[in-house]
């Protein structure tokens, strides 16, 4: 069964500095997608990043970077610069594209998140 | 990017009522949608994942009689708790795939049973 775990449940990080946020996750299939997302206190979900597991390259976009290890399983957020305003729940998700090619059904899973609070 | 909206964004209801929250894709043809339950400071939990014009496909704990989803047009998909409990009281959110590998969320339902 797929898995995703991210074992920091509240992180601290001073404005400007740079912190990651750990992700790691357990799946048997070869073809599949990780994605990052951001939950603020209004309660939407905002799209940060996404790394397909045959992608060579970390993925970035803008202060967010993707620090993939394949063999490792892991998947862990980097906020460089961070700013009062990324304070909020971050959650790391997978998707199994295996599963579109098999059968119709197709899921996303999402880790327990991680709480971080950007200080002044 | 694509817009999602959920209606309603809240809803207050008395037990044993029928609660309807619809998510459409405003901009786009949505195949597949999922249905979040998320508990205050928990993470999302999948619900089931809702195909347009065939029956949804349950997580194992969901019961599909008390959660019962439709996903009758390529844009609109609704879930209905039927006969709503305190414990029914969460927030829902749903979420449509894109083209490739996006995901589009909306904005969440807020449901409150007293």
Redesign the interface.
């Given at each position: 069964a797929q898995k995703i775990t991210q074992t920091q449940p509240g992180m601290f990080v001073q404005e400007k500095e740079a912190v990651t946020l750990d992700c790691t996750y357990d799946t048997s299939d070869q073809s599949y997608?990780l994605?990052w997302?951001k939950q603020p206190s209004s309660?939407?979900?905002i799209?940060l990043i996404?790394q397909?597991s045959y992608d060579e390259q970390n993925a970035t976009e803008g202060r967010y970077s993707l620090n993939f290890q394949k063999a490792r399983k892991s998947a862990n957020l980097v906020i460089s610069a961070s700013q009062l305003g990324d304070s909020a729940m971050y959650?790391c998700a997978m998707?199994d594209?295996a599963s579109i090619m098999k059968t119709?059904?197709?899921?996303?899973?999402?880790?327990?998140?991680t709480?971080l609070s950007v200080i002044p | 990017g694509a817009v999602v909206s959920q209606h309603p964004s809240w809803v207050i209801c008395k037990s044993g009522t029928s609660v309807k929250i619809e998510c459409r894709s405003l901009d786009f043809q949505a195949t597949t949608m999922f249905w979040y339950r998320q508990f205050p400071k928990q993470s999302l939990m999948l619900m089931a994942t809702s195909n347009e014009g065939s029956k949804a496909t349950y997580e194992q704990g969901v019961e599909k009689d008390k959660f019962l989803i439709n996903h009758a047009s390529l844009t609109l998909s609704t879930l209905t708790v039927t006969s709503a409990h305190p414990e029914d009281s969460s927030f829902y959110i749903c979420s449509a795939l894109g083209f490739s590998y996006e995901q589009y969320f909306g904005p969440g339902t807020r449901l409150t049973v007293t």
């Amino acid at each position: 069964a797929q898995k995703i775990t991210q074992t920091q449940p509240g992180m601290f990080v001073q404005e400007k500095e740079a912190v990651t946020l750990d992700c790691t996750y357990d799946t048997s299939d070869q073809s599949y997608g990780l994605f990052w997302y951001k939950q603020p206190s209004s309660g939407e979900m905002i799209f940060l990043i996404y790394q397909g597991s045959y992608d060579e390259q970390n993925a970035t976009e803008g202060r967010y970077s993707l620090n993939f290890q394949k063999a490792r399983k892991s998947a862990n957020l980097v906020i460089s610069a961070s700013q009062l305003g990324d304070s909020a729940m971050y959650f790391c998700a997978m998707r199994d594209l295996a599963s579109i090619m098999k059968t119709s059904y197709d899921k996303v899973i999402f880790g327990p998140g991680t709480s971080l609070s950007v200080i002044p | 990017g694509a817009v999602v909206s959920q209606h309603p964004s809240w809803v207050i209801c008395k037990s044993g009522t029928s609660v309807k929250i619809e998510c459409r894709s405003l901009d786009f043809q949505a195949t597949t949608m999922f249905w979040y339950r998320q508990f205050p400071k928990q993470s999302l939990m999948l619900m089931a994942t809702s195909n347009e014009g065939s029956k949804a496909t349950y997580e194992q704990g969901v019961e599909k009689d008390k959660f019962l989803i439709n996903h009758a047009s390529l844009t609109l998909s609704t879930l209905t708790v039927t006969s709503a409990h305190p414990e029914d009281s969460s927030f829902y959110i749903c979420s449509a795939l894109g083209f490739s590998y996006e995901q589009y969320f909306g904005p969440g339902t807020r449901l409150t049973v007293t």
